[in-house]
Every structure is written in structure tokens, then in C-alpha cells.
């Protein structure tokens, strides 16, 4: 059974950073795409970020590329969120999820999701 256990929100004025963690367990780690997404209150879920398999490659949302960062530990299962720079507008519930297609954008990509911690970011 895939678990996803995110660690790592909570609450911080505007232009603090904050880092998320997601540990994984239930499958081989190495072989999957990572992701983060996030959903504001009375919004859809959006992508954030994501990370291919071994790291070599990542893809960010317009609205965070240059003030996060997604990287990961294959040897930990752990795939990390570094938020920079955080404005109102990124107050959100955080998903980690892990991938079971090839694309890396769209929920439909991801197979599982963690439960969410939640980011909120003080004006």
C-alpha cells in the first residue's frame, strides 16, 4: 500500500519560505515522477511542481518558478517542496503525489496523494 506523509506546513508572513517533505513508502521510490500540488479554499486543484525519476528534470507552475524549488533523496523516499518568497496568494492546502503516467502537469498524471498540510501566508 502506497503511503505519502507530508510534513512541514504551517503559517508565515509574507516573503518567509517554508519546506515541505513527503516521504514515500509502499513502492520503489526511484521509479516514479514526484509532484506538488495545491488548492485554495473555493479553488480547483493546481499544479505546482514536479520532478522526473531521478531528479535530472523539473517543471514548475508559471506562478511559482524562481521561488520554489522540488528536489528529491532517492535514498530517503523523500521528495522536498522549498518555497521562497511566499505571498498571500500561495495560502493553499500542499498534495504530494506520486506519479503512475508519463506526463507530469495535470492530476490525472498521479496515482497517489498524501493528505496535505496546510500553507498559509500572512500579508
Known amino acids: 500500500q502506497v503511503q505519502l506523509v507530508e510534513s512541514g506546513g504551517g503559517l508565515v508572513q509574507a516573503g518567509g519560505s517554508l519546506r515541505l517533505s513527503c516521504a514515500a513508502s509502499?513502492?520503489?521510490?526511484?521509479?516514479?515522477?514526484m509532484g506538488w500540488f495545491r488548492q485554495a479554499s473555493g479553488k480547483e486543484r493546481e499544479f505546482v511542481a514536479a520532478i522526473n525519476w531521478n531528479g535530472a528534470s523539473t517543471y514548475y507552475a508559471d506562478s511559482v518558478k524562481g521561488r520554489f524549488t522540488i528536489s528529491r533523496d532517492n535514498a530517503k523516499n523523500t521528495v522536498y517542496l522549498q518555497m521562497g518568497s511566499l505571498k498571500p496568494a500561495d495560502t493553499a492546502v500542499y498534495y504530494c503525489?506520486?506519479?503512475?503516467?508519463?506526463?507530469?502537469?495535470?492530476?490525472?498524471?498521479?496515482?497517489?496523494w498524501g493528505q496535505g498540510p496546510q500553507v498559509t501566508v500572512s500579508s
Open positions: 503525489t506520486q506519479g503512475g503516467g508519463m506526463g507530469y502537469r495535470r492530476p490525472s498524471d498521479y496515482a497517489y
Open positions: 509502499g513502492r520503489t521510490f526511484s521509479l516514479y515522477n
